[in-house]
């Protein structure tokens, strides 16, 4: 399945497009799900850097994806690429510890996993971005101790 939005494919089970943040209206439909901020607004979509949940009101779009009013977002977007997704925190912070002790500044980003529909569960992903300009210094540090390479992230 395309997703109606960007074009990227996307698993019908999950509930929004991981590109562009855009809600799968397979499964969002029957989810109710509610905007993060503004609770009486039904959600378009999710936020692209962070994972909270937008309405028409609060969503803003960077021109290819959702993003919520955080107005980093837009600058990570941009000049931030993603060099690996944990499953929990801990592994994050560790991989983190790594980058600074390269002196190579790194965000982390907790947010809901598409790959799970169960919205009560909220089920986590969690991101480490670097400046694009450290990206293949970091990937050298990640492979260094023993984390798989991610896939090839979009410019």
């Not at 969002?28 to 959600?43: F, K, M, P, R, Y």
Request: glycine fraction near 6%; aromatic fraction near 6%; proline fraction near 2%.
């Amino acid at each position: 399945m395309r997703c109606g939005n960007c074009g990227s494919e996307i698993e019908r089970m999950f509930l929004y497009c991981e590109k562009c943040g855009t809600l799968n209206s397979e499964v969002s439909s029957e989810e109710g799900i509610v905007c993060d901020t503004h609770l009486e607004n039904q959600a378009i979509g999710f936020c692209v850097v962070c994972g909270r949940a937008v309405c028409t009101e609060c969503a803003e779009n960077s021109g290819r994806a959702l993003l919520c009013s955080d107005t980093r977002h837009r600058t990570l977007l941009s000049d931030w690429k993603v060099v690996h997704t944990f499953d929990f925190e801990y592994e994050a912070a560790m991989l983190c510890a790594n980058l600074d002790q390269h002196d190579i500044e790194s965000e982390v980003f907790t947010k809901l996993n598409p790959d799970v529909v169960e919205s009560s569960a909220r089920p986590t992903k969690v991101t480490v971005l670097v400046p694009k300009s450290k990206y293949n210094e970091a990937m050298e540090i990640s492979s260094s101790i023993g984390l798989d390479e991610e896939e090839e992230n979009e410019e």
